[in-house]
């Protein structure tokens, strides 16, 4: 499914024509003008599956912002803007056979963190209650301490003392509260907010996910999107450098640090990738 088929950036033309009529002495920094346009990057096609590849400062997270700033997509965590990020939106434009659905998000690993840690807080906040019911299951269940009923406002008592003395200790805490949402690794908790947050029939644009997960899960990521997007009616603008993302079958490449074009590229054809392969390659041995 393609729900975002091209998306166009001002050129370097266009960006000379906006400066004219910027008085210069007032900033420093005309963010995001300048940062695609140096790699000539004008224009980006996209698949079911459309991959920006680049390190740090290739403009591939920029890019990202941009364009789910210009479709409205929603977002949880905040990022940068500068003060000429809408007359820079006011220069993009894009292709859509329809209405972007109403579903679509960006998911950053600002996004992914900030769930680790709400995810955590509950858990811990979970944690301290667990120990307070402990507390009240040795009080309600000591003989020693005996409870008699005189009005209704001691009914909730009342049956708080019954289940005590008819249950163990942890059938009461359980029976009392709900298991920790979620015990697990940041990893786990890193792809459950992925697993939680992707729907059917939507846009997602994801920066980055492989942060926080081991390969062993950013190949299950890698799995998980393929399936979303060939069965489920999902399209996905990701940008990584992950070889375990990058291998995704299908996927349309761009290689955001090429210079100064941006060439479609084969995933083998990449840097990082062919770096990974080296290093295996050296180290061959010693796997026998």
């Not at 599956?49 to 949880?76: C, F, M, P, Q, W």
């Not at 006011?90 to 209405?99: K, L």
């Not at 998980?224 to 993302?245: K, M, N, V, W």
Request: proline share 5%.
């Amino acid at each position: 499914m393609r729900y975002l088929t091209r998306f166009t950036f001002p050129d370097a033309e266009e960006e000379a024509s906006f400066f004219l009529g910027v008085k210069r002495t007032c900033y420093d920094s005309y963010y995001p003008f300048g940062m695609l346009s140096k790699r000539e990057l004008s224009a980006l096609d996209f698949d079911p599956v459309t991959i920006l590849y680049g390190g740090n400062g290739s403009g591939k997270t920029t890019a990202l912002n941009v364009i789910a700033e210009k479709l409205a997509l929603h977002r949880d965590a905040r990022y940068n803007r500068s003060s000429f990020f809408e007359d820079y939106l006011r220069r993009c434009d894009f292709c859509a056979p329809g209405p972007i659905p109403r579903e679509s998000r960006v998911i950053t690993s600002d996004d992914v963190f900030d769930f680790m840690l709400d995810l955590r807080a509950v858990n811990e906040g979970v944690d301290r209650r667990r120990e307070e019911l402990f507390q009240e299951y040795l009080r309600d269940k000591d003989p020693r301490n005996p409870f008699r009923y005189r009005t209704m406002d001691d009914y909730e008592q009342l049956k708080r003392t019954n289940l005590a003395r008819s249950k163990t200790q942890s059938q009461y805490i359980r029976t009392r509260l709900n298991d920790n949402l979620r015990e697990q690794s940041n990893g786990e908790s890193a792809w459950f907010c992925f697993t939680s947050r992707i729907r059917e029939n939507a846009l997602y644009l994801l920066d980055e996910p492989e942060n926080s997960l081991s390969p062993q899960r950013q190949t299950e990521l890698a799995q998980f999107l393929e399936d979303s997007a060939r069965f489920y009616g999902c399209q996905f603008i990701i940008a990584t450098h992950s070889p375990f993302l990058l291998a995704m079958r299908g996927a349309r490449i761009y290689d955001l640090d090429a210079d100064p074009a941006v060439p479609r590229r084969k995933w083998t054809e990449l840097p990082a990738v062919r770096a990974y392969r080296d290093f295996f390659r050296l180290h061959e041995s010693e796997f026998d």
